[in-house]
């Protein structure tokens, strides 16, 4: 059956960066794009972007250019989302969600001096 | 970017029926969008009920449906139980870009 399991929570001070890890099983990887999305405490759903895990070329929303980064290592079945210079307003629950539904459980990433 | 909105909030009796309907500032919405539907209770992940509009998983209870209903996406839940309260977001997809309905907290009461 279709997996996606992440990386667990992570705190972490402001400027510094983060990578939350999302391991993939039970399809073949390259198959299927992977998005990533964000959920701040309290508040609804936002996408990040997402990144064809076939040619893995990345696609980021509008907010998300820059500090925000994909990456796949295609060899274990995982994709990486990493927040470089990060900030309060960081703070949240990132998932990544393979296409047609699949979500990962979340990683709580809290920014905080 | 369109906004795709949604009813802050809905009240079904239990085994009652509701529907909760996703529209988009940039006109109908087709299943071109390719709308999803998820439900998310206090603490945990989403979970995807419904995507390209209509389709089920197997883990998606028999009394959910998705449409397309008047130019919006909709959900339809017939026969409410308590355990559905929770908040409820749909999807629609632009040219690969999604974007996120604000959610509907769905009471049972």
């Known amino acids: 059956q279709v997996q996606l399991v992440q990386s667990g929570s992570e705190l972490k001070k402001p400027g510094a960066s983060v990578r939350v890890s999302c391991k993939a099983s039970?399809?073949?990887?390259?198959?299927?794009?992977m998005n990533w999305v964000r959920q701040a405490p309290g508040q609804g759903l936002e996408w990040v972007g997402w990144i064809n895990t076939n040619t893995g070329n990345p696609t980021y929303a509008q907010g998300f250019t820059g500090r925000f980064v994909f990456s796949l290592d295609t060899s274990v079945t995982m994709a990486y989302l990493q927040i470089s210079s990060l900030e309060a307003e960081d703070t949240a629950v990132y998932y990544c969600?393979?296409?047609?539904?699949?979500w990962g459980q979340g990683t709580l990433v809290t920014v905080s001096s | 970017q369109a906004v795709v909105s949604q009813e802050p909030s809905l009240t079904v009796s239990p085994g009652g029926t509701v529907t909760l309907t996703c529209d988009s500032s940039?006109?109908?919405?087709?299943?071109?969008?390719?709308p999803y539907w998820f439900q998310q209770k206090p603490g945990q992940a989403p979970r995807t009920l419904i995507y390209d509009t209509t389709n089920k998983y197997s883990w998606t209870p028999a009394r959910f449906s998705g449409s397309l209903l008047g130019g919006r996406a909709a959900l339809t839940l017939s026969g409410a139980q308590p355990e559905d309260e929770a908040d409820y977001y749909c999807?629609?997809?632009?040219?690969?870009?999604?974007?996120f309905g604000g959610g509907t907290k769905l009471t049972v009461l």
């Open positions: 969600v393979r296409n047609k539904g699949y």
């Open positions: 940039a006109g109908a919405v087709t299943s071109g969008h390719n």
């Open positions: 039970g399809y073949t990887f390259s198959e299927y794009s």
């Open positions: 999807l629609l997809s632009y040219s690969g870009a999604w974007v």
